[in-house]
């Protein structure tokens, strides 16, 4: 049981004894001023009510019948209109350190989720062309989500969904197939619509050299499948380079070519859920909180985009994630209503609200102060390759996570490169290194640190303590940053522990200082070690032991 929860425990007794219902939860937070104690609570004026007193009567109550040393309190104050803030033993306080050490990479996990199954889906780029940043932020947005929900008990898939059907892969064909003629001698305009990066010639070039009998790319079919496998291929080695690994590729076209799109129809058609009207089929999405109703056949007998996605998200269900995540851009916004409205008009006992979106704002990239739009061989888009040879995966990882998802982003390259405090991937990983020095300027094997007989009431300092509050913190900050679907949170957690550790490390030795105080030292530097290790990796993010 952890501090908190101990002093959640004979809050809650307390309470009890003044006639409080048994289920009483009480909620601790950290005050915002560290000189108002270690944690407050609202407990008092939650109850004035029910017990019909005044808060600050009710608070100067429980105070009363509080047992000090089982809630490991020091001393207690009653604020405001009632708010109590505690300040707990020094010894108490550090009653998290032991656990970190003896834990260590498995610190901060819990079984919240109890191994329920979850589908995370995100990237799902086109196959025309590489990666751009946006499919960037998304791929670190996502595989970040996924490694939250992890470590906080769910049994997590990451999904890739290809479109790989359509108008847009009709168009990468034609846009390879004039490259090819143009390698022919073959003067050929890429059509409207199409595809004009150096990496079009480049499929094109392989293109000839694996099918040197269609060198004039009179085969379209097999110019389209070339062209997708290809790119597969390119955004593969892009989201590898980036540490990102799904476990399910899954196609648009097989949606077709098993039936599941016309099982789809069919099935929303027979449970009257359908209307034909001028010479097109349409779905009743407004009984679904659609503003209006929505084209699923057109006239010319073409599904409408949002039809196999339905079909799609069908799949998820059967395939047992009763619980499934979208990562998309902003640019997606519209798809979520037409969806969940699909789903719903499909029955099969899909939720409502089935399946959660996490949508995110696009990148802009700046370079010595000017906006970088375009890439070398993508030409009208700056790709997360490019990103990743300037500054390195760290920081392009760390730089997508440090800002809520719906927000701008704007990736400043300069500041990404450089190795100042200002960069902020830099100053997180330097802090990390500096604990790592301790051990190594003192020829100590930092794994090897035990909190086994260590007093740690030493440590008093007010450096120590708001350190180690920061540090017994981190579980509770994974699993609402899990249940958010917010991996900001961890990257802010992350750099705020980082300035404690660094304001502790500037201003308290711990190797030349007496043994009750070096050995507390040592303990409380591995357990940053540890806990800033395990955050980083969670976002993806090595923590070096040298900078």
């Given at each position: 049981?952890?501090?908190?929860?101990?002093?959640?425990?004979?809050?809650?007794?307390?309470?009890?004894?003044?006639?409080?219902?048994?289920?009483?939860?009480?909620?601790?937070?950290?005050?915002?001023?560290?000189?108002?104690?270690?944690?407050?609570?609202?407990?008092?004026?939650?109850?004035?009510?029910?017990?019909?007193?005044?808060?600050?009567?009710?608070?100067?109550?429980l105070?009363?019948?509080?047992?000090?040393?089982?809630?490991?309190?020091?001393?207690?104050?009653?604020?405001?209109?009632?708010?109590?803030?505690?300040?707990?033993?020094?010894?108490?306080?550090?009653?998290?350190?032991p656990v970190?050490?003896?834990?260590?990479?498995?610190?901060?996990?819990?079984?919240?989720?109890?191994?329920?199954?979850?589908?995370?889906?995100?990237?799902?780029?086109?196959?025309?062309g590489?990666?751009?940043?946006?499919?960037?932020?998304?791929?670190?947005?996502?595989?970040a989500?996924?490694?939250?929900?992890?470590?906080?008990g769910w049994?997590?898939?990451?999904?890739?969904?290809?479109?790989?059907?359509?108008?847009?892969?009709?168009?990468?064909?034609?846009?390879?197939?004039?490259?090819?003629?143009?390698?022919?001698?073959?003067?050929?305009?890429?059509?409207?619509?199409?595809?004009?990066g150096?990496?079009?010639?480049?499929?094109?070039?392989?293109?000839?050299?694996?099918?040197?009998?269609?060198?004039?790319?009179?085969?379209?079919?097999?110019?389209?499948?070339?062209?997708?496998?290809?790119?597969?291929?390119?955004?593969?080695?892009?989201?590898?380079?980036?540490?990102?690994?799904f476990?399910?590729y899954?196609?648009?076209?097989?949606?077709?070519?098993?039936?599941?799109?016309?099982?789809?129809?069919?099935?929303?058609?027979?449970?009257?859920?359908?209307?034909?009207?001028?010479?097109?089929?349409?779905?009743?999405?407004?009984?679904?909180?659609?503003d209006?109703?929505?084209?699923?056949?057109?006239?010319?007998?073409?599904?409408t985009?949002?039809v196999?996605?339905?079909?799609?998200?069908?799949?998820?269900?059967?395939?047992?994630?009763?619980?499934?995540?979208n990562?998309?851009?902003a640019?997606?916004?519209?798809?979520?209503?037409r969806?969940?409205?699909?789903?719903q008009?499909?029955?099969?006992?899909?939720?409502?609200?089935?399946?959660?979106?996490?949508?995110?704002?696009?990148?802009?990239?700046?370079?010595?102060?000017?906006?970088?739009?375009?890439?070398?061989?993508?030409?009208?888009?700056?790709?997360?390759?490019?990103?990743?040879?300037?500054?390195?995966?760290?920081?392009?990882?760390?730089?997508?996570?440090?800002?809520?998802?719906?927000?701008?982003?704007?990736?400043?390259?300069?500041l990404?490169?450089?190795?100042?405090?200002?960069?902020?991937?830099?100053?997180?990983?330097?802090?990390?290194?500096?604990?790592?020095?301790?051990?190594?300027?003192?020829?100590?094997?930092?794994?090897e640190?035990?909190?086994?007989?260590?007093?740690?009431?030493?440590?008093?300092?007010?450096?120590?303590?708001?350190?180690?509050?920061?540090?017994?913190?981190?579980?509770?900050?994974?699993v609402?940053?899990?249940?958010?679907?917010?991996p900001?949170?961890?990257?802010?957690?992350?750099?705020?522990?980082?300035?404690?550790?660094?304001?502790?490390?500037h201003?308290?030795?711990?190797?030349?200082?007496?043994?009750?105080?070096?050995?507390?030292?040592?303990?409380?530097?591995?357990?940053?070690?540890?806990?800033?290790?395990?955050?980083?990796?969670?976002?993806?993010?090595?923590?070096?032991?040298?900078?």
């Amino acid at each position: 049981m952890s501090t908190a929860d101990q002093l959640r425990a004979e809050l809650a007794r307390a309470a009890r004894a003044l006639g409080a219902p048994p289920d009483v939860a009480p909620i601790l937070e950290r005050p915002r001023d560290p000189a108002f104690g270690d944690w407050t609570s609202n407990i008092a004026m939650v109850l004035a009510r029910p017990l019909g007193r005044k808060p600050r009567d009710v608070a100067e109550s429980l105070v009363q019948s509080l047992d000090l040393a089982a809630g490991g309190i020091r001393s207690t104050e009653i604020a405001g209109p009632g708010f109590i803030n505690f300040r707990l033993e020094t010894g108490t306080l550090a009653g998290v350190l032991p656990v970190i050490l003896k834990q260590d990479a498995a610190f901060g996990r819990s079984v919240v989720g109890a191994g329920k199954k979850v589908n995370v889906e995100f990237v799902s780029a086109n196959p025309t062309g590489p990666l751009h940043v946006g499919h960037g932020r998304q791929a670190a947005l996502g595989d970040a989500i996924s490694a939250l929900l992890e470590v906080t008990g769910w049994s997590v898939s990451r999904e890739f969904y290809y479109n790989d059907a359509g108008v847009q892969i009709a168009n990468l064909a034609l846009s390879t197939q004039a490259r090819v003629r143009d390698l022919a001698g073959e003067a050929t305009d890429v059509p409207e619509g199409g595809y004009h990066g150096e990496y079009i010639r480049e499929i094109a070039e392989r293109y000839v050299e694996t099918y040197p009998a269609d060198a004039h790319g009179d085969d379209l079919d097999q110019l389209r499948r070339f062209s997708v496998q290809e790119l597969r291929k390119e955004q593969d080695r892009d989201l590898q380079a980036f540490g990102v690994q799904f476990q399910t590729y899954f196609l648009e076209s097989s949606l077709y070519e098993n039936g599941a799109v016309d099982r789809t129809v069919r099935a929303l058609v027979d449970g009257g859920k359908t209307y034909e009207k001028d010479g097109a089929l349409w779905l009743c999405t407004t009984a679904y909180g659609d503003d209006k109703d929505r084209v699923m056949r057109k006239s010319d007998g073409t599904f409408t985009y949002f039809v196999p996605d339905v079909a799609y998200h069908v799949t998820k269900w059967e395939r047992g994630f009763a619980r499934a995540i979208n990562v998309q851009g902003a640019d997606h916004h519209s798809t979520v209503t037409r969806v969940r409205a699909g789903l719903q008009a499909i029955g099969m006992g899909i939720p409502e609200g089935y399946p959660d979106y996490v949508l995110h704002q696009m990148v802009t990239v700046m370079k010595a102060g000017e906006e970088v739009k375009i890439s070398k061989r993508a030409g009208s888009y700056v790709t997360v390759r490019d990103l990743i040879d300037e500054v390195g995966r760290d920081a392009v990882r760390y730089f997508f996570l440090m800002r809520k998802g719906d927000s701008q982003l704007v990736f400043d390259v300069d500041l990404a490169r450089s190795q100042s405090e200002e960069n902020p991937i830099y100053y997180l990983q330097m802090q990390h290194a500096r604990m790592c020095g301790i051990f190594r300027n003192g020829g100590i094997a930092a794994h090897e640190i035990s909190a086994d007989g260590v007093d740690l009431s030493v440590l008093g300092e007010p450096e120590e303590q708001e350190l180690v509050k920061a540090l017994a913190d981190y579980p509770a900050l994974l699993v609402n940053a899990a249940q958010a679907l917010e991996p900001h949170r961890l990257a802010g957690y992350l750099q705020e522990t980082a300035a404690k550790a660094s304001k502790w490390y500037h201003k308290h030795h711990v190797l030349d200082e007496p043994e009750p105080i070096f050995k507390a030292r040592l303990v409380l530097a591995r357990a940053t070690q540890v806990v800033l290790r395990n955050g980083l990796a969670i976002l993806g993010v090595d923590a070096p032991e040298r900078m």
